[in-house]
Nanobody, 126 residues
Framework: QVQLVESGGGLVQAGGSLRLSCAAS????????MGWFHQAPGKEREFVAA????????YYADSVKGRITISRDNAKNTVYLQMNSLKPEDTAVYYC???????????????????WGQGTQVTVSS
C-alpha cells in the first residue's frame, strides 16, 4: 500500500512556471513507476508524463514535450513535475500515480497504475 500526496499547484499566468511534487509513503518507493495525469473539467483524465523506477527513462505526452520535465528523488520518496511555459490549456487537476508492477498497458495508460493521489489544481490564466 502506498499513499500519494500532491502539492505545488496554484494560479499562474500564461508563460509562467510551476513545480508539482508528489510525496509517497512506504519504503518501496523506488520499485514503483510513477506517472502524472491531468483532468480538465468535462474531459477525460489524460497522460502527462511518467518515469521508471530508477529515473533513467521518461515518457511525455506530445502536448508537453519541451515544456515539462518529470524527475524523482528516491531518497525523498518524491516525484516532481516541473512545468514551464504554461498555457491556458494546461489548466486541470493534476494527479500523481504509482504502478506497483510492470506497466502492462504501458507507461502512458492510466490502467497501469494502482495508486492515485487526490490531485492538485493548476490554473493558467491568459
Amino acid at each position: 500500500q502506498v499513499q500519494l500526496v500532491e502539492s505545488g499547484g496554484g494560479l499562474v499566468q500564461a508563460g509562467g512556471s510551476l513545480r508539482l511534487s508528489c510525496a509517497a509513503s512506504g519504503r518501496t518507493f523506488s520499485r514503483y513507476a510513477m506517472g502524472w495525469f491531468h483532468q480538465a473539467p468535462g474531459k477525460e483524465r489524460e497522460f502527462v508524463a511518467a518515469i521508471n523506477w530508477g529515473g533513467g527513462s521518461t515518457y511525455y505526452a506530445d502536448s508537453v514535450k519541451g515544456r515539462i520535465t518529470i524527475s524523482r528523488d528516491n531518497a525523498k520518496n518524491t516525484v516532481y513535475l516541473q512545468m514551464n511555459s504554461l498555457k491556458p490549456e494546461d489548466t486541470a487537476v493534476y494527479y500523481c500515480a504509482a504502478a506497483s508492477h510492470f506497466p502492462n498497458y504501458g507507461f502512458r495508460d492510466s490502467r497501469s497504475y494502482d495508486y492515485w493521489g487526490q490531485g492538485t489544481q493548476v490554473t493558467v490564466s491568459s
